[in-house]
């Protein structure tokens, strides 16, 4: 089945330490997000790509960073992760034309120590 | 900024009733979408309807839109335990970014 694949579901890192996040997808859709959900908030964009062309929300701070190779890989780096960081990271991706359905990975719990 | 608004944030009902949640938004849109999020899980996609439509209906879904009122509501008739879930409306923002509500909690006890 087509679909939105999340590695890891859970992820550990220390204050500080860099970790990557990643979001394979094998619809070939052309646009992929990131959102940061906390709990009992609805999920925030961070950025998304538009084939290779990156758009970063205005309010997504400089310490996310994300990659995208080819159409069916998306990284998320948090090169100093702080305990504010902690929440629930979905990717999501769609085709670029109307109307923009979003089918979303089951997203990467991270936990900061 | 949040574009769509539910209301209310939590609704506990009985299985077998009906749950209806509302969603307002503030600016123009081609459509509004309606997701449903399982306890640490992703979202998962509804129902869809378009700027031009008035109701829409999926299995036990009902979806209404008033443009003039930029509002919609989401009604799940005949609840059971398994519609236990987060729902978001999204409402498309610049481009094909979404823009989620906040959500209502829904709450189906057998």
């Known amino acids: 089945d087509a679909m939105v694949i999340q590695n890891p579901r859970y992820q550990v890192t220390q204050f500080g330490k860099p970790v990557t996040l990643s979001c394979s997808q094998t619809?070939?859709?052309?646009?992929m997000y990131w959102y940061q959900q906390k709990s009992s908030q609805a999920p925030k964009l961070l950025f998304h790509?538009?084939?290779?062309?990156?758009?970063n929300e205005a309010d997504t701070p400089d310490n996310f960073q994300s990659r995208r190779p080819n159409t069916s890989f998306c990284f998320l780096d948090i090169r100093s992760p702080g305990l504010g960081d902690a929440a629930m990271y979905l990717c999501?991706?769609?085709?670029?034309?109307?109307?923009?359905?979003?089918?979303f990975g089951p997203g990467t719990r991270l936990t900061v120590t | 900024s949040q574009q769509g608004e539910e209301d209310p944030q939590a609704l506990s009902i009985q299985e077998g009733e009906n749950a209806t949640m509302n969603c307002s938004y503030k600016t123009s849109i081609n459509n509004l979408q309606w997701y449903r999020q399982n306890s640490g899980r992703g979202l998962v996609h509804l129902i869809l309807i378009r700027s031009n439509e008035r109701e829409k209906h999926s299995g036990r879904l009902r979806v209404t839109l008033d443009t003039s009122k930029k509002s919609s509501s989401l009604l799940i008739t005949a609840s059971r335990a398994a519609d236990t879930a987060s729902y978001f409306c999204?409402?498309?923002?610049?481009?094909?970014?979404?823009?989620f509500g906040k959500g209502t909690t829904l709450s189906v006890s057998s």
């Open positions: 790509y538009y084939d290779k062309d990156f758009n």
């Open positions: 999501a991706t769609s085709r670029d034309t109307l109307p923009h359905e979003q089918y």
């Open positions: 999204a409402t498309d923002g610049a481009g094909t970014a979404l823009i």
């Open positions: 619809l070939n859709h052309n646009v």
